[in-house]
Structures are given as structure tokens and as C-alpha cells.
């Protein structure tokens, strides 16, 4: 058989095979297969047939030498259970890509297992959602540097750009490219609660109509928060059903997560790293599944009601939202840098940020200037000069909190990015009395601003 195809893509799903779609656009021959043959028959129906296989073998055969092979499947015993039945055929020098939401650690795992085959082994996250697939999308690589070069051209050629520049770049070694994939994501549930807890605020404590609502989105649009977030957020609160009313207002208020998010907040915390809006964004998506109990609390508990009132509600939301999401992208960027240093990952924040600028969700105009910044253990986000602008919009802030405080409703994510900005504020915590309690009841130790050394008291004396 003639091997004529670059790559092959391994699952057909929608990101799979958006995938192999804008590989074939591009110019480069690819070799699909997937277990299902409905996929088979729909990329057939929508393709033409184009090197669709039906076995791993031919997709394999079919590959030029060293032979490429993306999966795009399910994250998790999927993945292992495909480099199982791969192993029968690989050869020294293959390059297998993951771009599944793996989870970064497996990777690590995967990675190791390569080396001891001499396969070249690379964890790809890959965000943009289909569109971004078919388009281009953003591509966060790890593993291999090897397996990097052989395909990089493909990769970069396919990726979204910003200008000549593609969004795509060999992130660190194992599981560093999973690692930041899964931590865009964690920004992602942040900024997302975020913009429904402006929405919320605006229509549920505010009384604003829809119109008004929708117009405060738009100017947002038009500014500093320009995003492709807050880009789709306009299209969501324009939706009309086919009754013609608001498609929002119908759906119901229950969120799904894939786990990226709550694997970003474990890592915090395994790791020291504060990350508050964050993991408030998570929670709030697990208690949205409460919905018979938040029902019943409706009706049994009590508390503030008040009307409020903003002057300038746009105005003011929206500065509010842009430090929000900004807090964010700090608590995020923290994360990666901590664990770049435990892990030994040499990332580069500053190329990080160029990847994310197009072709995935998080892209925003705020990324420009995030980008200026040297982001270290030693110098956050937070406290780079580029963002004085801090100083006008931490009022902002204050002020939606203070408010809906008053109307009684709850907005987890502006709280915990206000707490987030605050304990940046605090030289002076109150941790110590903690720890004189600590010492009380477990003799734990404490140490002394005046003098160093581990003390222990006798409270009772």
C-alpha cells in the first residue's frame, strides 16, 4: 500500500473530526479512523471518501515514516486502552499526540511508558471548542521535543494566528502542555461566573430589562473587555425561542462540568496557590445541582430584600467584571508558575499568553497587556505596574458586592475575587490567632515576629 498521509487523526467525535477537517483544508493528507462506524459514515457523508479506514492497521498503513498519530478521544481509560492496541503496531521514532482534557498527571505517566518504547509522546491541549477545531484552534504542546519538531509544522500550520504568529507552541516537557490546558479551563469556569453573576445582578437586584442588559454587553464588547466570552454572551442574551421570547430565561439553572475545573482547584491546594474565584466557580456549579433544596430554602429562609439602586450600572458592572476576570487570570497564571517550578517545566508565561490570544476561549483584548508582564513566583500578575488601572476599578467592585449583599442575593465569584484583591492588601493577617489556638489546644508552635525560633505556651497558666 502506498503511505502517502502526514497524520492520522484517531476518533471522529466533533472535535475529532473538525480536527482532521482543517488539516485536509490545509493541504495535508490525513488518514482517519474511529471505533464507531457511524462516525466512519458521517465524516464519509460530509467528506467524500477521504483515507477513512476501518481498521488501526490500515489507518497506520497508510502513514508516511516517522508515522503521526493525533487521538482525539475521551480523556481518561480510553486513552489507555487505545495505546494498548497502538503498541502492536508502533515503531521507534511514531509520534502519538493527546488531545483530549487528559488529565495531566496521567500524561506524565503516558509519557514515561513512551520513552521506555522510544515512541515520541505529546500531551496537546487543544481549545477553541468545534469551531476553533475546524478554524483554528489555540494548542498548548508537552511531552516529547522530539515528537514536537515532527509535527510542529503541522500543528502551527492549523492553529489559529495573531498576525504571522501562531497560536500554538511547545509548552514543557510530560505533562506541562495538559497542565495549562487544564488551567486555562480553571480561568475559564472563573470568567464564566463572573459574566452570569454580572447578568444575574443586572436583571434579578437591578430590575434592568433585557434591552438594557444586552446594550451594557455590547459597550463591554467595544472596550477593554472585548472577548470572545463576552462576544457569545451578546448572542446568548439576543436568543429569542420560538415563542419569541428570551431562550435564556428557559434554560434551565443547572451547570454541567467536564472536572478540568475541580482538577485546577485541587491543584491549589496541593500546591499553596489562593485560588478563590476559581474554585468559588466550581462550587457554584455543583450547588446549582441542588435545585429542589434551593427551591425549598426560597421559601423557609429569610434575609435582606432590599431594592437597590447603580447609578451608571453599566458602567460600573462592567468595571467591576474587568478586574474580575483580570484576578483570574492572575490566580491562574500563579498556579502555573508554582507548579512550573516544582514540576521543572521551563514555560515561558509570556509565550503561554501568546498561544491563548486567538483560537481559544479565554482569548481577550486584556491579553495584550497581560502579555507585557514578567509573571514569576515573585511578582504576580496582581502587582505588576501595567495594571494600575486597578485603582480605579477596585471601587467598582466593592461597590457590586456591597450591593447585592443589601438585595440578598449571592455573587460567590465577585466576592471571592474582592477577597482575592484584599488579601494582596493585608501585610497583617489574621493568621496569628489561629496559630495561638493552634498552640492551645494541640501545643503545635508558633514563631514570633520579634524573635525567631518555634515557641510553645501554656495557655492555662
Known amino acids: 500500500m502506498m503511505r502517502e498521509c502526514d497524520i492520522a487523526v484517531y476518533g471522529l467525535?466533533?472535535?475529532?473530526?473538525s480536527l482532521a477537517k482543517n488539516m485536509i483544508s490545509h493541504g495535508f493528507s490525513v488518514a482517519v479512523y474511529s471505533k464507531d462506524p457511524g462516525e466512519r459514515q458521517r465524516f464519509e457523508a460530509e467528506q467524500g471518501h477521504y483515507h477513512i479506514c476501518s481498521t488501526v492497521k490500515e489507518m497506520l498503513d497508510q502513514l508516511k515514516s516517522?508515522?503521526?498519530i493525533f487521538l482525539m478521544i475521551t480523556a481518561g481509560e480510553p486513552v489507555d486502552s487505545v495505546l494498548e492496541e497502538l503498541e502492536w503496531y508502533l515503531k521507534p521514532g511514531d509520534v502519538v499526540l493527546d488531545g483530549g482534557n487528559s488529565y495531566y498527571r496521567d500524561t506524565k505517566r503516558r509519557y514515561e511508558w513512551s520513552l521506555k518504547r522510544n515512541i515520541c509522546y505529546l500531551g496537546v491541549g487543544v481549545s477553541g471548542g468545534e469551531q476553533g477545531a475546524l478554524h483554528g484552534p489555540s494548542m498548548m504542546a508537552g511531552g516529547s521535543r522530539e515528537g514536537w519538531e515532527?509535527?510542529?509544522?503541522?500543528?502551527?500550520?492549523?492553529?489559529?494566528?495573531?498576525?504571522e504568529k501562531p497560536c500554538c507552541a511547545y509548552i514543557g516537557s510530560d505533562g506541562a502542555g495538559h497542565y495549562v490546558k487544564m488551567v486555562h479551563n480553571g480561568i475559564e469556569y472563573g470568567i464564566l461566573q463572573l459574566l452570569a453573576e454580572a447578568w444575574y445582578f443586572m436583571k434579578h437586584s437591578l430590575h434592568m430589562t433585557e434591552k438594557e442588559i444586552t446594550e451594557s454587553f455590547i459597550s463591554w464588547k467595544n472596550g477593554k473587555l472585548d472577548s470572545y466570552l463576552v462576544e457569545i454572551s451578546i448572542r446568548v442574551l439576543q436568543k429569542k425561542d420560538s415563542d419569541g421570547t428570551f431562550l435564556v430565561d428557559k434554560i434551565l439553572d443547572v451547570a454541567g462540568q467536564k472536572g478540568t475545573g475541580k482538577w485546577t482547584v485541587l491543584e491549589g491546594i496541593e500546591r499553596g496557590v489562593y485560588l478563590p474565584t476559581i474554585y468559588e466557580a466550581v462550587s457554584a456549579r455543583n450547588f446549582s445541582a441542588k435545585k429542589e433544596l434551593r427551591s425549598a430554602g426560597k421559601e423557609i429562609l429569610h434575609g435582606s430584600g432590599?431594592?437597590?439602586?447603580?447609578e451608571n450600572p453599566g458602567k460600573v458592572i462592567g468595571d467591576a467584571l474587568l478586574l474580575g476576570i483580570l484576578l483570574c487570570y492572575s490566580q491562574g497564571l500563579e498556579l502555573i508558575v508554582k507548579a512550573a517550578g516544582e514540576e521543572q517545566w521551563e514555560i515561558d508565561p509570556e509565550k503561554l499568553i501568546a498561544v491563548w490570544k486567538n483560537g481559544c476561549i479565554i482569548r481577550s483584548r486584556l491579553l495584550e497587556e497581560i502579555g507585557q508582564v514578567h509573571v514569576t513566583e515573585k511578582h504576580p500578575l496582581l502587582l505588576?505596574?501595567?495594571?494600575?488601572?486597578?485603582?480605579?476599578?477596585?471601587?467598582?467592585?466593592?461597590?457590586?458586592?456591597?450591593?447585592?449583599?443589601?438585595?440578598?442575593?449571592?455573587?460567590?465569584?465577585?466576592?471571592?475575587?474582592l477577597h482575592y484583591y484584599d488579601y494582596y492588601r493585608m501585610a497583617q493577617m489574621p493568621v496569628n490567632f489561629i496559630q495561638a489556638l493552634r498552640d492551645c489546644f494541640g501545643a503545635h508552635t508558633y514563631q514570633r515576629v520579634d524573635v525567631p525560633g518555634a515557641f510553645h505556651t501554656r495557655w492555662e497558666e
Not at 150 to 163: P, S, Y
Not at 306 to 310: G, H, P, T
Not at 386 to 395: A, D, H, I, M
Not at 406 to 416: C, E, N
Open 150 to 163: 515532527k509535527t510542529r509544522h503541522i500543528l502551527q500550520t492549523i492553529a489559529a494566528h495573531v498576525g
Open 13 to 17: 467525535g466533533v472535535m475529532g473530526s
Open 306 to 310: 432590599q431594592k437597590v439602586e447603580m
Open 384 to 417: 505588576d505596574p501595567v495594571f494600575s488601572c486597578q485603582e480605579e476599578l477596585e471601587p467598582a467592585l466593592r461597590q457590586i458586592n456591597e450591593k447585592a449583599v443589601l438585595s440578598g442575593i449571592a455573587l460567590p465569584g465577585m466576592a471571592s475575587a
Open 66 to 68: 516517522p508515522r503521526c
